[in-house]
């Protein structure tokens, strides 16, 4: 199984040295060729290859906070320009911030609304419930909560360890229409939307524009079956692609590093150029994939922003 695995990973890097410039959607769908130019020199300068640990964070290396009148929060990504930005995670242009909270054994959110902002919860441990509008749903791993701006709500931790969650704070455009209610959704009886999506990436659907999401795109979990690699891409200037592992182990395969990524750990894709052959060749965009190099699957929780008018949303 060892030499499996190294083989595997040396593969799994000729292919991306190999590949062709192209973004493809999640889920499926046809390859299309990269716009813009960038065109790269050999005598052009490299970014540095250790500037990735300004992408790659751990909720771990994070200080506490107290929020929402009962939550720990602990922050992956803040916000902040990735291209000029000096501080360590504070890279996300497009969205407030992503972190890890828990909400202590028995207590609870009293309850609250958000102003100007609004939030995705997703559960990965414990058991809970939130109530909006005299409406209480339970929570358990893989229950997804989406809370607009202005709506009430409250949350409690039923069981006698911690409620675990990921928080993505989005940020909410002037011209935004938000929803009237609080929506709840199940990952886990969601159907698979797709399973070929840069190769082999499972995908399921959280929430989409549809449901209310102001800037992001959408938000889904990816899950990688045993000794399988996502397809190596990058991201153009301006786009915002954030990975966080929530399951098992993996290898983060980014520009031309390999590092271990583990539950609680989430990374940017760096959008340092135009992904062009000659840029990639000439070390100035810098791919990025996963790779489970292990026996059991592993799983993400993705969102990827988009600037666009704010538009109505489904009630």
């Given at each position: 199984?060892?030499?499996?695995?190294?083989?595997?990973?040396?593969?799994?890097?000729?292919?991306?040295?190999?590949?062709?410039?192209?973004?493809?959607?999640?889920?499926?769908?046809?390859?299309?060729?990269?716009?813009?130019?960038?065109?790269?020199?050999?005598?052009?300068?490299?970014?540095?290859?250790?500037?990735?640990?300004?992408?790659?964070?751990?909720?771990?290396?994070?200080?506490?906070?107290?929020?929402?009148?009962?939550?720990?929060?602990?922050?992956?990504?803040?916000?902040?320009?990735?291209?000029?930005?000096?501080?360590r995670c504070a890279v996300l242009a497009?969205?407030?911030?992503?972190?890890?909270?828990?909400?202590?054994?028995?207590?609870?959110?009293?309850?609250?609304?958000?102003?100007?902002?609004?939030?995705?919860?997703?559960?990965?441990?414990?058991?809970?419930?939130?109530?909006?509008?005299?409406?209480?749903?339970?929570?358990?791993?893989?229950?997804?909560?989406?809370?607009?701006?202005?709506?009430?709500?409250?949350?409690?931790?039923?069981?006698?360890q911690d409620l675990q969650m990921y928080?993505?704070?989005?940020?909410?455009?002037?011209?935004?229409?938000?929803?009237?209610?609080?929506?709840?959704?199940?990952?886990?009886?969601?159907?698979?939307?797709?399973?070929?999506?840069?190769?082999?990436?499972?995908?399921?659907?959280?929430?989409?524009?549809?449901?209310?999401?102001?800037?992001?795109?959408?938000?889904?979990?990816?899950?990688?079956?045993?000794?399988?690699?996502?397809?190596?891409?990058?991201?153009?200037?301006?786009?915002?692609?954030?990975?966080?592992?929530?399951?098992?182990?993996?290898?983060?395969?980014?520009?031309?590093?390999?590092?271990?990524?583990?539950?609680?750990?989430?990374?940017?894709?760096?959008?340092?150029?135009?992904?062009?052959?000659?840029?990639?060749?000439?070390?100035?965009?810098?791919?990025?994939?996963?790779?489970?190099?292990?026996?059991?699957?592993?799983?993400?929780?993705?969102?990827?922003?988009?600037?666009?008018?704010?538009?109505?949303?489904?009630?």
């Amino acid at each position: 199984m060892r030499f499996s695995k190294v083989f595997f990973v040396g593969v799994a890097a000729a292919l991306a040295l190999s590949a062709q410039p192209f973004a493809q959607a999640q889920g499926g769908g046809q390859a299309r060729p990269a716009q813009g130019g960038g065109q790269g020199r050999a005598d052009a300068p490299r970014p540095d290859p250790h500037r990735l640990d300004m992408f790659m964070c751990d909720w771990r290396e994070s200080m506490p906070r107290h929020s929402h009148g009962g939550l720990i929060e602990r922050d992956i990504l803040t916000k902040g320009d990735p291209q000029t930005s000096t501080r360590r995670c504070a890279v996300l242009a497009h969205t407030n911030n992503v972190s890890f909270a828990t909400l202590a054994a028995r207590s609870g959110i009293p309850p609250m609304k958000l102003e100007g902002q609004q939030e995705i919860f997703y559960v990965v441990a414990g058991t809970g419930t939130v109530t909006s509008a005299g409406v209480t749903s339970k929570l358990y791993d893989g229950m997804g909560v989406l809370v607009p701006p202005g709506v009430e709500f409250s949350m409690k931790n039923t069981g006698d360890q911690d409620l675990q969650m990921y928080i993505i704070n989005e940020q909410v455009p002037a011209d935004f229409k938000p929803g009237t209610k609080v929506l709840v959704r199940d990952e886990n009886v969601q159907p698979v939307r797709g399973t070929t999506g840069h190769w082999v990436h499972i995908v399921k659907n959280i929430f989409t524009p549809a449901d209310g999401l102001a800037t992001l795109r959408q938000t889904i979990t990816v899950a990688l079956d045993p000794m399988t690699i996502g397809e190596p891409h990058a991201h153009t200037v301006g786009s915002e692609e954030v990975w966080i592992q929530i399951k098992g182990k993996s290898l983060a395969f980014i520009g031309t590093q390999l590092r271990w990524q583990t539950p609680g750990v989430g990374y940017l894709a760096p959008p340092f150029a135009e992904y062009t052959q000659d840029n990639v060749r000439n070390g100035l965009s810098f791919p990025h994939s996963n790779i489970n190099a292990g026996t059991e699957q592993v799983k993400f929780l993705y969102f990827q922003t988009a600037r666009r008018p704010g538009q109505a949303t489904a009630q």
